[in-house]
């Protein structure tokens, strides 16, 4: 018998939900306890301290000053130590993609009094040298001169986990470049804002401020720790490398938005009580498709807020996933054969005059507003789709994108039929001046027209990578484990670029002696004759789509993380990164390079893992289990001599299946194995991470075949690897 699974789900079967007391407070009292908010902030800091704050809050890239900035660290401190905390930590985001930290004590020694104190100032609080020479750099920093350093963000409020202050920093080299995913997304946010609020005039004055909004849906999947230990691959790579299907699996559709397990309930109690604490506004929690599949979705708030709450909000996910003996997994694909993860960023626009700009309004006038961001954005995407394709490239996410119950690789939009119609009469538009009769017509019929709540985006197309829902722009092909600072910055950008390009159009017109209405009628016009090749209505996982995507419309279908990264590194895209102080060429560079460095080390890992389980584990399974079949057939021909072999048929098949299986998984480890040494002594990370792609990562599905076979095959009390129905359904 396989001791270590059967131990596993042993351990599994006894578990009982962990409660988790609810004090009778209520939520909004405990929101943001933890957090050095405004709230807080009024208690413990100077009016001047406490102003200066807020004026880095909403204008990022304000200068807090060193005097006032000890003022700030003096009251952070007071406020921390009352919360029992005893250390305080820089928490940044370095190109790992993951959260880091450093602890250091309040704590000080006083040689003179021989006593001590606790210690905190400005200096401490804005900048710190972390020596994190090991993070991914991309060459930008030689690991010799380790000069990184990270630096306060007053953008995002500290927050106490546990005994500790944490700090939200950005992480940069000496030299000024960035070595983390924060400082481009706040670079991407100013060149946004300042974009959207000079169209914002066109429309309304008192328009002066534009924030940028980010709702995360967060997907994730909860397996019993003990199970997930059972699985080297799991434990390893983060997804299962081998694994026959279920019998049952998702196909009943019984486990999504169905009633949360006890086990699995309890966790979400606890995460959701810890997050609101730390002032990360969870509101909805619900099953997803695949059985132990979960998903948690939070009010959207300023994106780069809502970034650096996800990234919190996975690590608190994780923390507590194994107090409650789960482990909960992000990866984009953990098992075959069932949907994958994602993480929807639901992204807008919103004036400091409360509007949604990506919310239809109640007037034409509103409207044709809504309609200038909305054609915008679809205009943008359509101009840079590589670029979006590239900020969501992972290893993982590679299998998603172009699965078939995941968003196509290729990039487009679906906006609903309502809005396509007004799409179709807007086209129809004369060029030049409109007539009082067409403007009417325009305004009455078109644009007046379109409806507050936009019905075919309730029920949304969900096989769009990007699809608009009626308020707001849901960018779905974004990875479960993904920082989502990358693809934000992505959007960020492109939708500046189009923004000041639009401007300069209609500014043209104007000049030309058109009204402005009309101007902005004329560009938007063409805006939609340019962008249809994006737009797309039907059913993205279809193998005709891809076809008319790239044979038709000239789209980009880059199945793979090297293309798809290779493909958007071009002059233009650096142009365009450089050009709106998002990203110099070398930070470009650097982070396409850490990227493909990333995605070829964890085909590598999969591939060592693999070969490893298929020889270690399966092979030797396989012949115990021959043996014993060999035994039979003997024993029954020394029972029935010579009409052993009409009574043993069966058997001999299996002993040769057996034997042919173990031949073809031998034999394709062997070429997966010199694959690698080939490839790896290559200097070209760009040509090493595609031939990792291409000749190392075909093998993994022949391998796993035959290995899914012998399992089916194979007396289940002597299988060694825990199955697929024991990791998805035990509760
Ligand atoms: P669904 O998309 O499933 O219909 P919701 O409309 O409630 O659900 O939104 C899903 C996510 O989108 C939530 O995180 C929500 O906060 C976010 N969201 C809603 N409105 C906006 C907005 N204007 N900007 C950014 N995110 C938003
Ligand atoms: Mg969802």
Redesign the pocket.
Known sequence: MSTFRFQALKETFNRQPIEVELSEKRLSESFGENVFNEHAMLQYLTKEAYKAVMDATSNSGTKIDRRIADQVAAGMKDWALSKGVKHYTHWFQPLTGTTAEKHDSFFEPDPGSGRALEKFNGGLLTQQEPDASSFPNGGIRNTFEARGYSAWDPTSPAFVIGDTLCIPTIFVAYTGEALDNKVPLIRSVQVLQDAAVDVAKYFDKNINKITI?????QEYFLVDSALVKSRPDLLQTGRTLLGHAPAKGQQLDDHYFGSIPGRALEFMKEVELESIKLGIPV??RHNEVAPNQFEF????EEVNLANDHNSLFMDLIEKIARKHHFRALFHEKPFAGINGSGK?N???L?TNTGI?L??PGKTPKSNLQFLTYFINTIKAVGRYPDLLRASIATAGNDHRLGANEAPPAVMSIFIGSQLTAVFDELENVTDGKLSPEEKTELKLNVVGKIPEILLDN?D?NRTSPFAF????F?FRAVGSDSNSAGPMTALNTIVAQQLQDFKIEVDALIEGGLKKDDAIFNVLRDYIKTSRHILFEGDGYSDDWVKEAVEKRGLNNNTSTPSALIAALTEENIALYKRNNVMSKVELEARHEIQLEEYLMRIQIESRVLGDLARNHVIPTAVKYQNLLIENVKGLKDIYGADFKTLAHEQLEMIQEISERISVINTEINKMTEERKQINPIEDIEEKATKYCSDVKPYFETIRYHCDKLEILIDDEMWPLTKYREMLFTK
Request: charged share 20%; proline share 4%.
């Open positions: 909004t980010l709702g995360v849906e509101k909805t979705a939070p009010v959207f929807h639901n992204w807008s919103s949604n990506l919310a309730t949304r829902t009626g308020n707001k849901e």
